[in-house]
């Protein structure tokens, strides 16, 4: 098994280096790929990781697993929209599964910016476990 990783942000809080015609989020999405899988890292707040797939023309019919991470305190945030994402992650998480793929849903302690290290560790680790 090789161990080079393509990490590519499809969507970050800010537009950086040549990505300049893609558009910023608050959130995260990433397409990682190996010699052996690609996987998505989260999909973002609003559906513009997948906008922004398009433009950097990334092939998103090659992802194989798809890992949706959310902290636990986001559901209970004073913002209107924060505290709707945990319903939006569960609908997605069960869109991914009806459709067949495959999919994890990790919750984890305290707020988005809690431990990302971990958090991208765990899905790296579950990605290539499968």
């Known amino acids: 098994m090789s161990l080079l990783y393509i990490v590519t942000v499809l969507v970050d809080n800010n537009v950086i280096g040549s990505r300049k015609d893609s558009e910023a989020e ?23 990781a997948f906008e922004n797939a398009r433009k950097m023309s990334v092939d998103l019919t090659r992802v194989k ?15 209107k929209n924060m505290s709707t994402v945990g319903d939006c992650m569960r609908q997605g998480f069960k869109k991914l ?3 067949g793929i495959n999919c994890t849903l990790e919750w984890n302690q305290g707020n988005h910016f809690y431990e990302p290290e971990k958090r991208m560790a765990k899905a790296f680790a579950w990605a290539v476990k499968y």
């Open 65 to 79: 697993y798809v890992v949706l991470s959310h902290s636990h305190k986001e559901e209970k945030a004073r913002n």
């Open 26 to 48: 608050h959130g995260l999405s990433m397409f990682i790929e190996t010699p052996d899988i690609s996987f998505l890292f989260d999909c973002g707040h609003t559906g513009l």
């Open 97 to 99: 599964q009806e459709d």
